[in-house]
């Protein structure tokens, strides 16, 4: 008889949190699912099926008592009761979630506001950057990044430490003062795209004026023609070429000049000044702006034939050579000149949407970049193979599938040991597991949701694998290695006792 409980020395320390709003409980169902004891500390002792099941509810004060980390997921406005509690939380971790409704609302930060009531407590801030929504769909379809500040070396990395294991990437932004920065920083919309964004609307509302006062007005007064409709297409098209090269050279320039100023200084660990720090973290952004002039140039060139402007001056020129009658020859040198310029052209911008390509993961959030991969990489890993059985309902309920089970699944068919599995191996373990599912429901005769002992033992043996090979009908049958339901059965039944085990630590097995 073999105990299967778990390794003890790897048993993670109990959280306690305050609040069970949508983010104290979503980030307790998280922490939970990540092997963390949590404990909510409420005014309401009583269990609530809003609660994840494996925690557990007490007094503000007996939750406090039992963690070594308190994270406070409730609204700085409510923070006075803590002021009874500050004896208690002495010497512990505090972690402070919150945030404003609107920028610089309180003079001090509400991690300093917090320090303040708690003065003997290691305050830290951070998750104030991650939603509820984020927790609960899974840290790969949001933002990863979690910044976390605090005065106390020893706490900001014991919360970095569950950050981590909770699948997120925490960001060290230093002493509790960055704490204002970072509430300010969920309110922000797009601050790095600003300087861009007005940059080129400035740019291109000059180059527009310029040019419907050069081929327009002037036209218009001067030689009493109307080229009005130049305005739709014509202007718009000598725009934004330029637009793209200079915001390109936009890009590059503040590299140049930083190259510049590190060899007159004579030292590279000087700080850039302020204005070409900001330059240069904004560099992306106004790549990814001229590579959108660069795109619409190449549309507006593709729809010039079809212009009437254009099939009206190519009929006057074919008019005007046969009433003249006289033939252009064809002049290879111009020829030759024009399809080198718009191979160039081609070129260059086949070039600048690869460049743009590569920046988008930087710009964008991680959920984009992180889903891109997904589908572009052709490979399923064990994370994307249990967001696919999960969100597919094959568990018979969207809840999380059995993250080990999927990793078993994958290098029992792993042909190629890369860790991932491809198109045909994925097709053969779907086909495996459907048929696995419904020839269990078909067992369940109760209706359960679940397969006792005399099902589970009916079902195997009215297997197909099963019957086909018990020749002798004793119920022993030999398997091949690389046979394919005796993998998925393997993987599937490791699945079940990981989850027995993970359910009721006491578990035998005989």
């Known amino acids: 008889m073999m105990a299967l409980a778990p390794n003890t020395s790897n048993k993670r320390e109990t959280v306690c949190i305050f609040g069970t709003g949508d983010f104290g409980r979503a980030l307790g169902h998280k922490m939970i699912q990540c092997g963390y004891p949590v404990v909510y500390g409420s005014r309401s002792t009583q269990i609530s099926n809003l609660i994840p099941k494996d925690a557990e509810v007490l007094s503000h004060a007996e939750a406090a008592q039992k963690a070594a980390i308190i994270i406070i997921a409730i609204q700085r406005q409510h923070y006075n009761f803590l002021t009874p509690l500050a004896e208690v939380l002495r010497g512990k971790v505090v972690v402070d979630i919150s945030n404003n409704l609107k920028l ?18 290691r305050v830290v801030k951070a998750f104030n950057t991650v939603s509820a929504w984020a927790l609960q769909s899974g840290a790969l379809d949001a933002s990863r990044q979690v910044f976390v500040c605090g005065d106390d070396m020893e706490a900001k990395q014991m919360v970095m430490n569950i950050v981590r294991a909770l699948g997120l990437t925490p960001l060290d932004q230093g002493s509790l003062l960055a704490a204002q920065e970072i509430e300010n920083y969920p309110l922000q919309l797009f601050p790095m795209w600003k300087f861009p964004v007005f940059l080129s609307l400035g740019l291109t509302a000059f180059f527009f004026f310029y040019c419907l006062a050069l081929d327009v007005i002037y036209t218009y007064v001067y030689e009493k023609k109307n080229f009005s409709f130049f305005i739709a297409i014509t202007i718009p098209n000598r725009i934004c070429p330029v637009m ?12 140049v000049l930083a190259a510049i100023i590190q060899l007159y200084r004579g030292t590279k660990y000087r700080r850039f000044p302020d204005w070409l720090d900001k330059w240069m973290l904004c560099r992306k952004q106004l790549g990814l702006i001229a590579l959108a002039f660069a795109s619409l140039h190449a549309v507006f060139t593709l729809v010039s034939p079809i212009r009437s402007f254009v099939k009206w001056r190519t009929s006057k020129a074919i008019i005007s050579q046969v009433l003249n009658n006289k033939t252009e020859p064809l002049d290879t040198t111009n020829a030759w000149l024009s399809d080198s310029y718009l191979a160039l052209g081609i070129l260059g911008f086949f070039f600048f949407v690869l460049v743009g390509i590569t920046s988008l993961p930087s710009v964008s959030n991680s959920v984009n970049w992180r889903e891109f991969r997904f589908v572009q990489d052709g490979q399923i890993d064990a994370d994307e193979l249990q967001r696919c059985l999960t969100q597919s309902g094959i568990a018979g309920a969207y809840k999380p599938f059995n993250l080990e089970t999927c990793r078993l699944m994958i290098s029992m068919l792993d042909r190629d ?25 078909t067992f369940d005769s109760d209706g359960s949701g679940t397969v006792d002992r005399q099902e589970l033992e009916k079902a195997l043996m009215n297997m197909e694998c099963f019957r086909r090979r ?8 030999n398997f091949q290695y690389d046979d394919i339901s005796l993998k998925c059965c393997c993987a599937l039944l490791s699945g079940l006792l990981i989850s027995l085990v993970e359910e009721d630590p006491r578990s035998y097995i005989t």
């Not at 003079?107 to 407590?121: D, F, K, R, V």
């Open 417 to 441: 040991m890369s860790g991932t599995l491809g198109f045909n191996e994925f097709k053969e373990l779907w086909a495996v597991v459907n048929g696995w599912k419904q020839h269990f429901v």
């Open 470 to 477: 018990d020749t002798t009908q004793q119920g022993f049958v």
């Open 244 to 255: 793209a090269l200079i915001l390109l050279g936009l890009v590059y320039l503040p590299g």
């Open 104 to 121: 610089n609302q309180y003079p001090e930060s509400n991690a300093e506001y917090l320090a303040q009531l708690l003065p003997g407590a």
